[in-house]
């Protein structure tokens, strides 16, 4: 039958979601899909239901680390893969590795491709995206190779040939951030390891400074020629891994349940160690539930702030903290504008750290609140998992075999909002508006 003229022709409804809610879908299918992958027989040794492999997958793709059975014991070599698999996925973006796909497969790399790119590797421009995916994939293969091949030196001669897949997984882990490890006390049997100590906070510090400041460094290769963010970067991380790693060692070095029973240069190592770790990376090489208060406090403030924009790290990040000390300083000088390195930063990007900062904060006390809810007298150990599932790290005081369905829930969610939120919220941030109306200004009191 024939439409009749004038009529209207009826279209299917095409539904459009935004680039940050795009990417959220894309991390919640591959979240998903790796869970079944460890539900399966083969990826278990018949202990792991699916909820731990839902729990697993969410803290594999968000690069978090924290677990609810010992990875080693619990998986078997398969199931290992698919979680080192999901790590190296969740870690350098899902995007990276579509728009490589596309390229490999002789497929245009679209706008549409280029805006979730652009969330997923926390970028306010669209340009150099597929050079920057690139460089990202040559970076982490190059980082992971070097660091797995030093590993082996250490783990082939304690596991025999089995000490290779050992070396490849940490070293996967440990640059991408993951925290991950097939041992139950995570690396503290190396606690004196030179190489170890060396190698693994070096891959993750690679990672955390993220893919950005790397490719300036390649590029112009002096300091007066690196970019205001790399400059930042660089500094910060130096500044907050000499200050965790000094007071960690002086509040914990007597304290007989972490440095105590150590000898001086085992001490030195793991307080090196326990001061970088928090930036994300979620390895221990000392009993982390038997820290003090004070040093738990510590961690739990390096795992807030976590490592660099466009990196495997978590974290509100470096460049954030920076920009509200400055600006901190600024106001107290009264000065109109902030300046670091002969560079100035606008308004705008004070603006987009605070609210940032005012988010993260808020989703962590809400994150405490609820989950203590059903978990009464154990509010230190409660924040701490809290914190380190939105910072992405991993570390934990023993709290998370422990959670109820809701506490697990929860800590799945934070670490969620934790790797793919904050993209999200940028997106909105750098979205301008032109206010239609303008109202007269009027007046508060603060302090």
Not at 387 to 414: K, N, P, Q
């Amino acid at each position: 039958m024939a439409l009749r003229k004038g009529a209207r022709r009826l279209s299917p409804v095409k539904l459009r979601l935004p680039p940050p809610a795009l990417l959220a879908v894309f991390y919640i299918i591959f979240i998903c899909v790796g869970a079944i992958f460890l539900w399966l027989p083969i990826s278990h040794h018949g202990n792991i239901g699916l909820g731990e492999a839902l729990f697993t997958s969410a803290s594999a793709v968000t690069v978090t680390g924290l677990v609810l059975a010992d990875t080693g014991a619990a998986f078997t070599g398969f199931g290992q893969a698919v979680i080192a698999v999901l790590i190296q996925l969740g870690g350098l973006g899902l995007m990276t590795f579509a728009v490589l796909l596309l390229g490999a497969l002789g497929i245009p790399f679209g706008m549409p491709q280029r805006l979730i790119l652009r969330e997923d590797l926390n970028q306010t421009s669209l340009a150099n995206l597929a050079f920057l995916a690139r460089l990202i994939l040559i970076v982490a293969l190059v980082c992971e190779g070097i660091g797995a091949l030093l590993l082996a030196v250490v783990f082939v001669p304690a596991y025999g040939w089995g000490g290779i897949w050992q070396a490849i997984f940490h070293s996967v882990s440990a640059f991408n951030n993951a925290g991950f490890a097939l041992h139950p006390d995570s690396l503290s049997q190396w606690v004196g390891n030179p190489l170890v100590n060396i190698v693994i906070p070096v891959l993750f510090i690679l990672g955390g400074l993220g893919f950005i400041v790397i490719g300036d460094i390649y590029q112009q290769r002096k300091w007066r020629r690196l970019t205001l963010h790399s400059k930042l970067m660089l500094i910060g991380t130096l500044v907050l891994i000499l200050w965790g790693s000094v007071v960690f060692g002086a509040l914990e070095w007597t304290n007989p349940g972490t440095l105590g029973p150590l000898g001086t240069g085992e001490k030195l190592w793991a307080s090196w160690f326990q001061g970088v770790t928090p930036r994300t990376a979620g390895f221990n090489t000392i009993h982390t539930g038997a820290m003090h208060d004070s040093s738990t406090m510590l961690t739990m403030t390096l795992m807030l702030v976590g490592g660099g924009s466009a990196s495997t790290a978590g974290g509100i990040k470096v460049t954030t903290l920076f920009v509200l000390i400055l600006a901190t300083v600024a106001f107290f000088r009264r000065q109109t504008t902030l300046h670091a390195f002969g560079r100035s930063i606008g308004l705008e990007e004070v603006v987009k750290v605070m609210a940032l900062t005012t988010l993260s904060m808020l989703l962590v006390l809400s994150g405490i609140f609820i989950i203590s809810i059903s978990h009464d007298g154990q509010f230190i150990d409660l924040a701490f998992e809290v914190t380190s599932a939105f910072g992405t790290v991993g570390l934990s005081r023993g709290a998370t075999g422990e959670l109820d369905t809701l506490g697990r829930c929860v800590i799945i969610l934070m670490m969620f909002v934790g790797r793919v939120g904050p993209l999200a919220v940028g997106f909105f941030l750098a979205t301008r508006s032109v206010p239609r109306v303008k109202y007269p200004a009027g007046q508060i009191y603060l302090g």
